[in-house]
């Protein structure tokens, strides 16, 4: 039997460390033929498409399920070999810190039934009517890398995904019940779970060689920037949040300073009047964005302090003015929104948070082609156990995907990839998923299902 392609390869190998968080053998092999067939399978992306590309429709099915609803395995083990190996990559290894981005999405749902199923606000919905839509909340934790150097775009390797159930509070229940479900919702808040998987990625870069002496820095929107998420942050982490133009701040005051119950100094002005403060001088920072080289301009307050969410912990307050552009060339000059940032971190330079905070986009990409080319959400599961993990493992495949990209190709589109059509006028830096998944599915035409167990050496 000739060797798999160098891609497939690898595609393979990758899923074949992450089956080692099976502590049972014997499933390991089907765990790595659903990845290669949820990866390679046609939409929708279900159990079952996975089963009818490995020409295993006609056999019993149930092993397959009981794989997500009763076989015993841990969610954050199976991101734990992919987040090990890029945090020891050149790019991130020779860095003082790392960088995380963490947001949370929703999964349309149609069935009011499946455990962790909600109403919730459609983010789609125009600003003048609010809609609702039933989907499962789901929290994800992004490791943030530049695998090509820093003249070439971020990637977000997901390295976390968790259900974020919302239980509804029984109308008829008793006193005790609604009390149990509403201390439930409270240990579930999107913060919370946020804050859980910053404690995991925090452990699991500790027990890499010279990992606890790295700072980990999380960057997040302005939904997390409350007091349950800042003032929980793990130990050596940071983060850095967006925060409303109108925030009321108060000076810093040092413990020496403080007398009786006195613990801020005088209030400060808000990010929208520091933004037009003339006696703040702005700074400018070339960045990479968008495919080339722009020039950002901010402006840095130290010494301030926000009561409501990180007490009297020191923050820095970051102002990137409104970046100007053109729709046409020679049409009129139009801004953007400035946007304000919030973070703990009192020394790192403010254009390295500036970039990273940027890449953080990359976590929007990744809800992208998690949901529209991947089919995340589509498995029809019931179990409790299943709708939380299935999800969470083709979210693990499609990381593989793109670290096996990184380790293979450099993250570059190489001869490869199949040509791009002739009206394409610029050449692409990086694949894209679709890239990526078509070439697997071209090298995986003559894939064999495996039977032996894996057991690791």
């Known amino acids: 039997m000739n060797p798999p392609a160098p891609f497939l390869g690898e595609v393979l190998h990758q899923l074949h460390l992450a089956s080692l968080c099976l502590p049972n053998p014997i499933p390991r092999p089907k765990f790595i033929d659903l990845g290669v067939g949820l990866l390679c399978g046609q939409g929708p992306k279900t159990l079952t498409s996975a089963l009818e590309w490995l ?11 009981r794989l997500f609803s009763q076989t015993q395995w841990l969610v954050e083990d199976l991101f734990a070999p992919l987040f090990a190996q890029a945090v020891a990559d050149p790019t991130v290894a020779s860095a003082p810190r790392v960088y995380t981005g963490t947001d949370d999405t929703l999964l349309r ?20 009517q609010v809609n609702l839509v039933l989907g499962q909340r789901f929290v994800q934790t992004s490791l943030l890398i530049q ?7 971020w990637r977000a390797l997901p390295v976390s995904f968790s259900h974020a159930p919302t239980p509804k509070i029984p109308k008829r229940g008793s006193e005790e019940q609604q009390t ?29 060689p010279g990992g606890a002496q790295k700072w980990l820095i999380d960057t997040v929107d302005g939904s997390y920037a409350n007091r349950t998420f800042l003032r929980g942050l793990p130990e050596r982490t940071d983060a850095v949040a967006r925060v409303r133009k109108d925030a009321k701040f108060r000076a810093y005051l040092p413990p020496e300073q403080r007398e009786g119950a006195r613990k801020y100094g005088p ?37 301030l302090c926000w009561p409501k969410a990180t007490a009297a912990r020191p923050l820095r307050l970051i102002l990137i003015k409104a970046a100007g552009y053109r729709l046409r060339k020679g049409s009129k000059l139009l801004y953007r929104e400035p ?19 940027l890449a953080r986009w990359e976590v929007e990409v990744n809800f992208r082609d998690e949901k529209t080319l991947l089919g995340v959400g589509q498995a029809q599961v019931r179990s409790p156990q299943s709708v939380a993990r299935a999800p969470a493992f083709l979210v693990a495949c499609y990381a593989l995907l793109l670290w096996s990209n990184i380790r293979v190709f450099g993250d570059h589109r190489t001869d490869s990839f199949k040509k791009l059509p002739r ?35």
């Open 339 to 357: 946007a304000f940032l919030i973070t703990t971190d009192l020394t790192t330079p403010a254009a390295e948070l500036i970039a990273a905070y």
């Open 109 to 128: 749902k149609t069935g009011k039934k499946i455990p962790g199923t909600t109403y919730a606000r459609d983010p789609l919905s125009p600003p003048f």
């Open 423 to 457: 009206w394409r006028n610029a050449e692409p830096v990086r694949p894209s998923t679709r890239d990526l998944l078509r070439l697997l599915q071209q090298q995986a035409q003559d894939y064999q299902p495996r039977q032996a167990p894996i057991i690791p050496n």
């Open 147 to 153: 695998p090509a150097g820093s003249e070439h775009p």
């Open 55 to 65: 020409d295993q429709d006609q056999q019993d099915w149930s092993a397959d399920y």
């Open 267 to 303: 209030n400060l002005p808000t990010p929208l009047q520091y933004l037009a403060d003339p006696n703040l001088p702005w700074q400018g920072s070339s960045m990479f964005i968008a495919g080339q080289f722009r020039t950002l301009q901010y402006k840095e307050v130290s010494g």
């Open 180 to 208: 149990a479900v509403k201390e439930f919702r409270k240990k579930h808040r999107l913060s919370v779970i946020a804050l859980e998987q910053l404690h995991v990625c925090r452990r699991q870069l500790d027990l890499q």
